[in-house]
């Protein structure tokens, strides 16, 4: 079985602070990570992914997110925020040898403020 | 540029309708799935199909049903709407490969009344 905990319903933080949105795992095998946002009304959107290799990966719009085996994380992070990253966030986990079926956390608002 | 395709944003139908929600996409994908979003409750898999004619059911497939006549057509029915099925409906594609993100749809926001 496999699962995805986002801790924290919302994250409020001030624009040009930096910002992280948490996001823990457990699966049985090898983790295959993802991160999507989605804007208001819209579908979700990919921002980046962890496969294999360096435990920091860069993906859109300026975000990373830190893979951390021992810790079973996946945290996404930004140096500085803007306002217009204020939406939802999802966490989402895959595992070798497992389904074709993703599991997705429940969401993390990300509020900016100005 | 990549494409998943729904055929509303916004649906109002009546309890006991019928309902028909279309999802196309361009990248010649396996795998298609249909979700639905709650506020509070993420996404819940409602159907998944991992090539045509093929389909499995996800976590809460009750009321619904789905058509995979075509690799790049996805189509979600409810087959007597009630009025607890009113969401946001979201259709996504990817690739077989475990390694692969999915493409979404802009979601179809559903009420029944």
């Known amino acids: 079985a496999q699962s995805v905990a986002q801790p924290e319903d919302q994250v409020n933080v001030a624009e040009g602070n930096p910002l992280t949105v948490k996001c823990t795992y457990s699966?049985?095998?090898?983790?295959?990570l993802f991160w999507y946002v989605q804007y208001p009304n819209r579908g979700l959107q990919f921002l980046l992914k962890?496969?294999?290799?360096?435990?920091l990966v860069k993906g859109s719009y300026g975000f990373e997110a830190e893979f951390n085996k021992s810790q079973t994380s996946f945290h996404l992070k930004k140096p500085s925020a803007l306002v217009s990253d204020s939406a939802l966030y999802f966490c989402?986990?895959?595992?070798?040898?497992?389904?074709?079926?993703?599991?997705f956390g429940r969401g993390t608002s990300l509020i900016v403020h100005p | 540029d990549v494409k998943v395709t729904q055929s509303s944003r916004y649906l109002v139908k009546r309890t006991g309708e019928k309902v028909f929600l279309e999802c196309v996409q361009d990248m010649d994908h396996e795998n298609m799935f249909w979700y639905r979003q709650d506020p509070g409750l993420g996404l819940r898999l409602i159907y998944f199909?991992?090539?045509?004619?093929?389909?499995e059911k996800g976590d809460i497939p009750e009321g619904y049903s789905v058509s995979r006549e075509k690799k790049e057509r996805f189509s979600l029915i409810l087959e007597s709407a009630s009025t607890n099925q009113t969401s946001m409906y979201l259709c996504?594609?990817?690739?077989?490969?475990?390694?692969?993100?999915?493409?979404f749809g802009p979601g179809t926001r559903l009420t029944v009344l």
């Open positions: 989402a986990v895959r595992t070798t040898g497992g389904s074709y079926i993703p599991t």
């Open positions: 199909s991992y090539d045509v004619k093929m389909k």
């Open positions: 962890y496969i294999t290799g360096d435990n």
């Open positions: 699966v049985s095998g090898n983790p295959y």
């Open positions: 996504a594609s990817s690739s077989p490969r475990v390694s692969a993100e999915q493409f």
